[in-house]
């Protein structure tokens, strides 16, 4: 018998809705497996930006003073971490009229006589405010605030140069500091996430700062603090694990 005879137009019908059938079962099939190489393709790539998206927080500003250049910072007489700002290597920015400042001291406040914050003008070098400070429960890193005064707000666009300044209680005195840039944003802001993603060094350090104070052994806020203080252009890998925050009190 012939093919042709066998392949009756009924069979034809019945042998094309096969096939027709046999493509969109499979169909779903093929689109599935796109989609799920698709899918993992995605997600390595969103692997590997994570990886490589580092924070970066160098710049071509002028440079900061992270450590006082000319001695080891202490009054102990002892060989220890000196004094440190926690800045960026050269300048970077706040969002606020009053940022406030961290410090890491490596002294024993029996040692230390005060320490004083100054801020200035940077164009003009001029002397915007002084305040002593009286330090306690150190070792450790503190945070001191611009005082509140409308003379000492910070205007946007401006550079300001500000410093720690620690005298011990033999006479020698000890100077760290950094430059401060307010800038503004068109959008509120409030958590170091945030900050931290529009490269607002003050103000992201502040909150996190704040948080490690209140939770110092908190894994994810130890983790995070790591990450910000061995950013790029930063290279404070030496206080990473520094859990300890002492505190100032402004002299009368």
């Known amino acids: 018998m012939s093919i042709k005879k066998l392949i009756s137009p009924k069979n034809s019908l019945v042998l094309s809705l096969s096939w027709v059938i046999a493509g969109l079962t499979s169909y779903p099939i093929l689109v599935l497996a796109e989609s799920s190489s698709l899918t993992i393709n995605y997600n390595l790539d969103l692997a590997q930006s994570s990886r490589q998206s580092k924070l970066d927080f160098s710049s071509t500003g002028r440079p900061s003073q992270q450590t006082d250049a000319a001695s080891r910072g202490n009054c102990d007489g002892i060989e220890t971490t000196e004094l440190t700002a926690l ?15 961290w410090v890491y001291v490596p002294n024993n406040p029996k040692n230390i006589k005060y320490a004083e914050l100054v801020l200035q003008n940077e164009a003009e ?7 002593r400070y009286t330090l306690q429960s150190t070792p450790g890193i503190v945070s001191v605030t611009v005082p509140s005064k409308p003379q000492n707000s910070l205007k946007n666009g401006k550079v300001y140069n500000w410093s720690f300044r620690l005298v011990c209680n033999s006479g020698n005195s000890f100077v760290v500091g950094g430059l401060v840039k307010r800038v503004s944003l068109a959008f509120a802001v409030n958590d170091y996430q945030s900050y931290l993603k529009n490269k607002i060094w003050y103000d992201a350090l502040t909150d996190l700062g704040q948080r490690r104070r209140r939770n110092p052994q908190n894994p994810s806020l130890k983790k995070d603090w790591a990450d910000l203080l061995q950013a790029n252009g930063v290279g404070l890998e030496k206080l990473t694990q520094e859990s300890r925050f002492g505190a100032v009190v402004p002299q009368s």
Not at 89 to 101: G, I, M, R
Not at 125 to 131: E, G, M, P, S, V
Request: hydrophobic residues 25%.
């Open 87 to 101: 800045v960026p290597k050269n300048e970077a920015s706040t969002v606020s009229e009053y940022p406030t400042f």
């Open 125 to 131: 070098q001029k002397t915007i405010d002084r305040t």
